[in-house]
């Protein structure tokens, strides 16, 4: 083998070396911020959360109060929240997202259509929707039907 074609072979394999160590650093660099960025643990009360009104083209629905928004180790556009319903209001008309969905009702009464089917609802009613199934909530009631709602897509998706 010639010392020209050794060198240049030494050359590539330097190359290669660097580029690997570069990308295994850049990797860990990335990592490193996608972790800083993670939701952290706590613990949120009512008393921490500020209540907005909530309007649907321009009707006034409810209020609207954010426990928690971000990404989590598991995954990704994570929401936590409390929704205060008015009596004969929906938040919207059905509809549906890429985001997995639980909603927990704690008081009030009225239904939900989850997947086209349709169920009466009171307090400890709790509904899931998978991806982009149609789902979606009424205050049948004279009172606030309060429910809370977790959505969230996994990193893996």
Request: net charge positive.
């Amino acid at each position: 083998m010639s010392q020209l074609y050794r060198q240049k072979w030494t050359i590539a394999a330097w190359a290669v070396a660097l580029a690997v160590g570069i990308g295994e650093a850049w990797r860990e660099r990335s990592f490193a911020a996608d972790k800083a960025r993670l939701l952290e643990p706590k613990t949120v009360t009512l008393d921490d959360i500020k209540l907005k009104e909530f309007a649907y083209e321009g009707t006034p629905r409810g209020e609207i109060g954010v426990y928690f928004e971000g990404q989590t180790a598991g995954t990704r556009n994570f929401v936590v929240g409390q929704f205060r319903l008015k009596p004969g209001q929906e938040p919207h008309p059905i509809h549906k997202h890429p985001e997995e969905e639980i909603l927990i009702v704690t008081s009030g009464k009225g239904e939900i259509c989850c997947d086209g089917k349709i169920t009466k609802i009171g307090p400890g009613s709790v509904m899931y929707t998978s991806p982009n199934a149609p789902h979606g909530i009424k205050n049948l009631g004279d009172e606030v039907l309060t429910f809370y709602f977790v959505k969230w897509i996994g990193v893996g998706r």
